[in-house]
């Protein structure tokens, strides 16, 4: 799909991002830097987003108003639906499998959701962004706290900034749809 195609910007974002989420090896990457590193993917995908379709790479200040804007929507909303719907991944005696995979379903989809959502702010949000922020490499390693930097994130982060980058000149290889 031809994101210039897309009715709003919040469209395009979300297409771009699932688009990218799809390249060989950006989900493991992106569940690597989300655990180990508590990154927010989105917020992530996002700035590759800015940088590579928009062409705005932002700035620490603007990373930051663009996080304190989306924080209370992710902490009150985002995170807890993830939490619970990892809690309901393990088999359960208590419930039955069908049911429980069910109401995990649901749950995934309201993830889901809610992160088409936070998706959608931000869109809205890169509109006034200006670009003059360093390269997306920097700021991409800019995301990850001191504490977090181990051998397994740094190559996670490795490979989402050359796919990104890859991503400026021709689409990686995806794999068939689900």
């Not at 987003?49 to 790479?57: N, P, Q, R």
């Not at 108003?65 to 809690?87: I, K």
């Not at 499998?97 to 889901?112: F, G, T, V």
Request: hydrophobic fraction near 45%.
């Amino acid at each position: 799909m031809d994101l210039n195609e897309q009715s709003s910007p919040a469209d395009a974002a979300w297409a771009f991002l699932v688009d990218f989420y799809g390249r060989v090896g950006v989900s493991e990457a992106c569940l690597v830097l989300q655990d180990e590193a508590g990154l927010d993917v989105v917020e992530m995908l996002m700035l590759v987003y800015a940088d590579i379709a928009l062409g705005k790479s932002l700035s620490n200040g603007e990373i930051a108003a663009m996080r304190a804007g989306m924080s209370s929507w992710r902490q009150d909303v985002v995170l807890p639906l993830r939490a619970l719907r990892r809690t309901l991944k393990p088999a359960r005696e208590d419930i039955a499998d069908n049911a429980k995979e069910q109401l995990r379903a649901q749950i995934k989809k309201a993830e889901l959701t809610a992160e088409r959502l936070q998706v959608d702010f931000l869109a809205r949000w890169l509109e006034n962004a200006t670009s003059g922020g360093p390269a997306l490499a920097a700021t991409l390693s800019g995301l990850i706290p001191e504490h977090s930097h181990s051998s397994t994130v740094e190559k996670a982060l490795a490979q989402i900034i050359a796919l990104a980058q890859a991503g400026r000149v021709a689409p990686t290889q995806r794999p068939a749809a689900p």
